[in-house]
């Protein structure tokens, strides 16, 4: 029995170098190459922002706006967001996946047990041996292993691990998604409650001017219709505060339910003291458009699917090849449990069955196309996904670069209806015009500052635009190179 044993070992030995020096089909993987401009067009210094082409880490942008409430809700956002919790659990489920593809590599053994018990009418005879009672035991192994010669297994593990990888990917494209949301959502929100302010203030400003119009009729310097006129301006300006309190709720819900929170939940947290917009950071690092294929999740996510069609392709070539199985078995039997595990009823048996595929109609060969046609789609995909991310950075580049124009134009005609309302109040005090001079001019002054918080509201939203779309917002939370860098 030793003997049979290590005759075994040596066999399986053997077989197992075999294995593991066999060759593998289908074309070995290379990230492609794309070439990238030089810079970007529109990296050019603005009026409040400069731009810089140099590499700085946006994992976390949002810090940089010097603003504690937007830091603290996108730290719970990326903490409690139930579309970030289901993309981690497709992570999981991948690495699952990529555990199935592994166990094909090693046999599979299992045990079994028998007993057994036979009763008979006929007496044991000379003619019929077969005794009227008997009890047989019996336990054994049996082991069964495809040996991968040709590195079919070995390319679905390959496939399996890009596909976790890809998962991976998404997850952070998720991250990156939702950091500029909610950024998005709180600064909007933030813009709508200093129009609600400015709002008011003209509603009492125009409610001002209709009382010293309303006077002026009761002493004949106006008629009626300058009352009406401005009956109908006053109205046009309060109803247009119930609109800016609703959009400013709908923010509120927006960024609860971002949060994984009902959406009324964060209301008195985010109403309690607001109306200032946050300024702007200093300085804009963009880097440079090669990099953008490391920063961007969605560019990883792309190469790494890519990766895994390329391995599908091995997949399905190794398939046009023989395959070698192996199947070994080990028993003892006896009719007595005491003795069932004596090597005199220790049975063993191996053999290896080598099959290779004759005809099958062209299904084989179909699959390596079906699996050739996918990798180049997953080609395109990859190539599209790099251009659609240059021309995100282009766009979000020139908005931000118009809005910061606009923005200067603004705030020159703030600057001017400001210098004439003060202009008007001097004249008032010294008589040369009426107090109605007055409430012109600061109404007038207050659709020169509405405008400006839209045009600011504006030029943070396309800020954050920018950030999304360099890649921003995403960290590695792993120590290991191989956890933050894709396979090759």
């Known amino acids: ?32 190459t794309i070439a990238t401009p030089p810079a970007y067009v529109e990296t050019v210094d603005t009026a409040r922002t400069a731009i810089r082409p140099d590499d700085a880490d946006l994992s976390q942008w949002w810090t940089q706006f010097p603003d504690p409430i937007l830091q603290v809700l996108i730290k719970r956002a990326l903490e409690s967001n139930f579309d970030l919790k289901s993309a981690a659990s497709r992570v999981r489920q991948a690495r699952e996946q990529e555990a199935i593809a592994g166990a094909a590599e090693y046999p599979t053994l299992s045990a079994n047990g028998t007993a057994l018990t036979l009763n008979s009418s006929r007496a044991s005879s000379p003619a019929s041996p077969i005794p ?59 813009a709508l409650q200093a129009r609600i302010a400015v709002g008011q203030a003209e509603l009492q400003a125009q409610k001002d001017l209709g009382g010293l119009i309303g006077a002026r009729r009761q002493t004949g310097f106006v008629t009626n219709l300058d009352v ?39 209301e008195a947290e985010l109403t309690a003291n607001g109306g200032v917009i946050p300024p702007p950071p200093p300085a804009l690092p963009v880097g440079l458009p090669s990099e953008l294929l490391r920063r961007r999740p969605d560019i990883r996510a792309a190469e790494r699917k890519l990766a895994a069609a390329s391995a599908q392709i091995g997949v399905q070539t190794a398939n046009l090849y023989p395959k070698l199985d192996l199947i070994g078995l080990a028993s003892f039997a006896s009719m007595a449990p005491a003795s069932l595990f004596s090597g005199q009823n220790f049975t063993s048996a191996g053999f290896g069955m080598l099959s290779a595929p004759i005809f099958e109609g062209g299904k084989t060969r179909a699959s390596i196309r079906v699996a050739r046609e996918q990798y180049a789609q997953a080609g395109f995909a990859y ?28 705030a020159q005609s703030v600057a001017a209806s400001r210098a004439s309302l003060v202009i008007a109040e001097d004249q008032y005090e010294t008589g040369l015009v009426t107090f109605i001079n007055v409430l012109q001019a600061e109404t007038a002054e207050l659709n020169a500052r509405d405008q400006l918080i839209q045009v ?11 950030y999304k779309a360099l890649g921003g917002g995403w960290a590695c939370r792993s120590s290991a190179r191989s956890a933050c860098e894709p396979e090759g």
């Open 456 to 466: 600011d509201a504006l030029a943070l939203t396309d800020l954050v635009a920018v």
């Open 228 to 266: 009406d006129q401005q009956a109908a301006v006053v109205a046009t300006a309060a109803a247009q505060i119930p609109q800016l309190e609703a959009q400013a709720k709908g923010q509120v819900h927006a960024i609860g339910v971002l949060l994984g929170q009902p959406p009324e939940a964060l």
């Open 132 to 190: 009227g009672h008997l009890n047989l035991y019996a336990a054994g192994f049996d082991a069964t292993w495809e040996v991968d010669l040709f590195g079919g297994t070995r390319r679905a593990i390959e496939e399996a691990r890009a596909n976790t990888a890809a998962s991976l990917w998404a997850r952070r494209d998720g991250e990156v998604s939702l950091t500029a949301e909610v950024a998005n959502d709180y600064l909007t929100l933030r």
């Open 1 to 32: 029995m030793k003997r049979q044993i290590e005759r075994t070992s040596r066999a399986l030995l053997f077989i197992i170098a075999l294995g593991a020096n066999a060759c593998t089909v289908g074309p070995r993987y290379h990230q492609p």
């Open 383 to 410: 190539q599209g996904a790099v251009l659609g991310a240059l021309r995100d950075v282009e766009d979000a580049l020139a908005r931000h670069r118009t809005d910061e124009d606009r923005r200067a134009a603004l």
